[in-house]
């Protein structure tokens, strides 16, 4: 039971490229979200899906977009890389709302 | 817009110590608190998820207390351990529809040997 994880774990970008961040959970979850963390600021969420085939905007959706693939699922692109998206993203997961929330490792993100 | 605060933002102690941990919210219309542990370069551990009808939460040495109507809440670390030296991190949920949780910085905590 390998819980939520997150490919990459590091990654350089230039401004301008695009990538998509991968995650996965084996909890059989109903709910998945994607964090960013800078310094300062705490967490702030970008995107959510509450359920298989259903996603919604967090508090900064701005520059991202998403895909519930399936119910294990979630991957957050950046289509156009912008220094501001230098950050820590993380992956969650919750059987469902507004139940314990489960954390990724993160993502480290760099962009030049 | 609620607005999470933690307080100290960091905290030095020798091991053995009994400590608390603040955290105050501007919107007291919550759901639920988590509190999380956050390593070096690590995702976050969940600890303690207080509902809004509770007043405590245990969980081995440690007690998280919530005062809704203050927007107040706290965890207690009894005996605190060097393992227990990372971030901590107060998250209270709204309680209407898809409420999102709302992290304060969280305070830093080192325990010495």
């Known amino acids: 039971n390998a819980g939520v994880t997150q490919t990459p774990k590091f990654q350089v970008l230039k401004t301008g490229q695009s990538m998509t961040l991968q995650c996965a959970q084996d909890?059989?979850?109903?709910?998945m979200y994607w964090y960013r963390q800078d310094p300062g600021m705490g967490l702030r969420l970008i995107y959510y899906?509450?359920?298989?085939?259903?996603?919604d905007k967090g508090e900064v959706p701005n520059g991202y977009n998403v895909s519930r693939l399936n119910k294990r699922e979630f991957s957050l692109r950046l289509e156009s890389a912008a220094p501001s998206q230098t950050s820590v993203y993380f992956c969650?997961?919750?059987?469902?709302?507004?139940?314990?929330?489960?954390f990724g490792p993160g993502t480290r993100l760099t962009v030049l | 817009k609620q607005e999470v605060t933690q307080i100290p933002a960091a905290l030095s102690v020798p091991e053995g110590e009994n400590l608390v941990l603040n955290c105050s919210f501007t919107?007291?219309?919550?759901?639920?608190l988590q509190w999380f542990r956050q390593d070096p370069g690590k995702g976050l551990t969940s600890l303690l998820l207080?509902?809004?009808?509770?007043r405590e939460q245990t969980s081995g040495r440690l007690n998280a207390s919530l005062d809704k109507s203050s927007g107040r809440s706290t965890l207690y670390i009894a005996a605190s351990q060097p393992g227990d030296s990372a971030t901590y991190l107060c998250?209270?949920?709204?309680?209407?529809?898809?409420?999102?949780?709302?992290f304060g910085t969280g305070t830093r905590l080192l325990v010495s040997p």
């Open positions: 969650a997961s919750t059987v469902q709302e507004p139940d314990t929330q489960y």
């Open positions: 909890m059989n979850h109903n709910s």
């Open positions: 899906s509450a359920s298989e085939g259903t996603t």
């Open positions: 919107d007291s219309a919550i759901y639920n």
């Open positions: 207080i509902q809004s009808s509770q």
């Open positions: 998250a209270p949920r709204g309680n209407t529809g898809f409420q999102k949780l709302v």
